[in-house]
Structure formats: C-alpha cells, structure tokens
C-alpha cells in the first residue's frame, strides 16, 4: 500500500497548530469560554487550509481544551481544562509504561510513598468527617466476607482515592491520580492472591485512625508499612509466577 506522504505533512501542520493554540490557552493569553477565530481566519492567520485547521481544533477538543457550539452564537470555545480528562490521558501512558516493564516496583512503591506521605499529612490537616466516613466505609466493606477480588481490589482504590481527596489540594490531586488509577490497579492485580486481606484492612484502619487523630508522623508510618508488604507480597506472587513456569516447562 502506498504511503500517504502529504497526509503526513498536514498531520504534523495540524499538531504544531494546535500545539500553538494549546500553548496560549495554558499561559493565558486565551481565556477560558472566549471564542476562537473561525477555521477560516485560522487558516489565513497560519498560512494553511481549512482542513488542516479541522484536524488541529480535533487535537484540542480531544483534550478538551475547546468546545464547538452551533447557531448563529456558535464557533469555537476554549473550555476549562479538565484535570480528571488530562490526567486520565496520563493515566493510559502510565498503564502501558507499567505494562511493557518500563518502571520497576521499587520505583513505584518509591514514587507512591513520596506522593502519598504528602497527602497523609494534609489530609490530617484538612479531613472532613466525610473523608474519614468514606474511609471508613471501604474499611468495612474490605472485613466482610463477601468482594471478590476485584471488588477487594476496587475497594483498596477507592479507599487511597478517599486519602487523596481529604488532603484537599487540586494540583496533588492531579499527580496523585496516576498514582492511584494507574500504578496500584496493576500492582493489585498482581498480588490479589498473595496478600491477606484482613492485614490491607488493618492497615486501612490504621491509617483511618492516625488521619482523624491528625497524627501525620503516625499516618506516614503506617503508609511506610503498608507499601513495605505491598512490595514484600508483590516479590511472592512473582516467585509463585516463575515456579509454575518452571514446573510447566519441565512437563513440557
């Protein structure tokens, strides 16, 4: 099949356009709900046509950076960001990284104890008592009898999503939801089998206990224990991993 050369060329015009637009709607020199030129001044002002405009003000809405709006009021609008839309884009990159063995599980338990020892201190500043009923109710859910592993591991989620959000602090919240949507999903999956689940609970009760004492020195050292067993439960279910491989090679 022949290569679309000049398909190519307008791809890249369109990226560098958007990336400009992109660019003055960050630093602000475009303001959030102000109406962009049409596709036909933009193409004038950039030199290119008016496709080529489309496809870069497609790059923006997918990011949702603009908004299109029809009737005689419409156009083009530049959108607040949305944190949780920009994040969950690097939530996907961050998934797929831990997935090809880009980064290891020191250096996610790493990165998580740095970020999350952030959050424990602020959330003992700033909890709510919904915060903590939140974290409470994972709690309970986690003693019964009755989640499956993934709702078990769901659960575990939800329940750093409710640390995160108690530390009340939005661009942490940003960093944070990499952390927790991506890198513990992954993580959990893989050591559903091997940890104990009364022992998750316990350190959830325990990190529970320290936020509403607002005890930021306790809080980070159950965070500190609890990740240590996550990597300690993550080395078994590998060691497990490799044993059944080996035991089905040599059958093999």
Known sequence: MPIEYQDVVRTGVARQVADKIRAAILDGRLKIDERLPTEEEL???FGISRPTVREALKRLA???LVRSQRGPSGGTFVSRPDPEGLSSAITGAATLLVGVGAFDIDEIIGARLETEAICCRLACERRSDADLKAMRAEVALQRSTTPTDEEFCASDVRFH????KAAGNGPLSLMMYTVVEA?????NMIVSQVRERKKVADFHQRLADAIEARDAAGATSVLSELLAYLRDSYAVSLKRLAEREAKRAARG
């Open 161 to 164: 999503r409710s640390l995160v």
């Open 183 to 187: 890198f513990m999903p992954i993580t």
């Open 62 to 64: 997918a990011q949702n």
């Open 43 to 45: 193409a004038r002002s």
